[in-house]
């Protein structure tokens, strides 16, 4: 079976406050979410219809049990997510001050089970099959999943869509300025770059959107999204296409998913051959709906629910 979409990368439990505008020290509820962008990203692009699957790791431990009874309620593979003993599921905790601060407390610590993927165990077939791989910039941040990683992606030799997150987490580098060499090697093997303007600078040194776009073009992709914030998404391929779209207007309760539920949407608009405009509208529409909830993976909108989204120009 050739799934629609594979990514590989990070899991999680993120604990979230069910109270907003509190500090942390202050709050004294919280739901319990799987998390992680690679596999959110999975999540959502299954809610909208696609056959999708992670590669990942968790502890072995009974939050990795929860992963993996959270990916099959979603109807995303769990075959390639594998425990690895004596390593913590990490654990992800927030803050929630609407609309624009969420600030994150990573525990990954010794070491999250994500970044311990061997090339050795990863199924390098069912890699090359899939019509999109999707990899993140986190997992090149230690070994050995920098070197899974970029054999995945080497031995995919761009086959399908390849999309490249560049998922920029600077306290998961011990050495982040070296991050970018190893960001310009998995740029070589990709076809789509996804990116902000923070994410976009560590890959090529430049953050003008356009400029951006251009360098990445040139790093080897065959689109590039580089997402503006409040200015909205740009989009420029290869073939010299363009599409610019402003962002859906949102209230925001927590921002956090808004990038995996765009990366879902966006791997629909690949899959489905629509034209730049289409996509990045779709894509935007999507964040903004997962902005407007407190959740991430279990907030990831519905075909019915984008498009109501668009027809009503806003989330309401």
Not at 181 to 200: Q, S
Request: net charge negative; hydrophobic share 45%.
């Amino acid at each position: 079976m050739a799934y629609d979409l594979i990514t590989m990368g990070r899991i999680g439990v993120d604990l979230y406050p069910l109270q907003t505008g509190v500090p942390l020290p202050q709050v004294t509820s919280f739901g319990k979410f799987l998390g992680g962008s690679a596999t959110n990203v999975a999540v959502a692009a299954a809610r909208l219809g696609r056959s999708t699957a992670v590669i990942t790791r968790t502890g072995d431990d009974p939050f990795g049990t929860y992963l993996h009874e959270a990916l099959k309620g979603f109807g995303v593979d769990d075959r390639w997510v594998t425990p690895v003993p004596g390593l913590p599921t990490p654990v992800t905790f927030c803050e929630v001050f609407p609309p624009d601060h969420f600030p994150l407390y990573f525990y990954r610590l010794p070491k999250a089970p994500d970044l311990e993927i061997d090339a050795h165990e990863l199924d390098l077939d069912a890699i090359r099959d899939a019509r999109i791989f999707w990899v993140t910039g986190t997992g090149l941040s230690e070994e050995p999943s920098r070197t899974a990683t970029l054999a995945a992606l080497a031995h995919r030799a761009k086959a399908g869509a390849t999309v490249f997150d560049l998922d920029w987490r600077p306290m998961f580098w011990s050495d982040p300025p070296a991050a970018r060499p190893f960001y310009k090697e998995a740029l070589r093997h990709t076809t789509v770059a996804v990116g902000n303007l923070d994410e976009v600078e560590v890959a090529t040194g430049v953050r003008e959107p356009h400029a951006a776009a251009r360098a990445l073009l040139d790093a080897g992709v065959q689109l590039a999204v580089v997402k503006q914030g409040p200015k909205g998404v740009l989009a420029v391929n290869s073939d010299g296409d363009q599409a610019e779209v402003p962002p859906l207007p949102v209230n925001v309760l927590n921002g956090l998913g808004a990038g995996d539920a765009f990366g879902g949407s966006l791997c629909r608009g690949l899959l489905e051959g629509w034209d730049l405009e289409r996509t990045m509208r779709h894509a935007n529409a999507a964040g903004a709906i997962v902005a407007s909830r407190l959740e991430c993976s279990s907030a990831m909108p519905t075909p019915d629910e984008i498009e109501a989204a668009i027809a009503a120009g806003a989330v309401k």
